[in-house]
């Protein structure tokens, strides 16, 4: 379920680095929320720098904004975490100023979320059944 979209502005960056950064953004969601990777969506969008202003000024210095999903239920240590570890990791393989780094959590209710065709909410009921039968 989780997903992650990084908006950045200012010319793409090569495409190792793109990989680098949505592999390591993956790592990280999947290690602080502890789910199995194969749930993990990540995104770079890239925004031309004369679409963005930053701090009033276009073109302004590269910026990113972030936006990710939890279901709800995870913790605020949860979402904080993953809110500063994304920002440093922007920081260093982007190289964007920190300062410069806006994101957002996106609570969903798991009735609200589609997985295949199938609500989180009865894929959870699913879950919990199978992990009660082993």
Not at 3 to 17: E, T
Not at 63 to 70: K, N, P, Q, T
């Amino acid at each position: 379920m989780p997903v992650v979209k990084f908006h950045v502005s200012g010319p793409r960056h090569p495409d190792q680095v793109v990989r680098k950064f949505l592999s390591e953004a993956s790592e990280k969601y999947a290690g602080v929320l502890e789910c199995p990777m194969d749930r993990v969506r990540a995104f770079y969008v890239s925004h031309a720098d004369t679409d963005v202003a930053t701090m009033g000024q276009v073109p302004g210095p590269r910026s990113v904004f972030f936006e990710f999903i939890v279901l709800e239920g995870r913790s605020l240590e949860q979402r904080q975490k993953i809110a500063q570890e994304f920002s440093e990791l922007i920081g260093r393989v982007l190289e964007v100023e920190v300062e410069l780094v806006r994101g957002h959590c996106i609570r969903v209710e798991p009735e609200d979320w589609c997985i295949g065709g199938r609500f989180a909410s009865d894929l959870r009921k699913s879950e919990i059944e199978n992990r009660k039968r082993q």
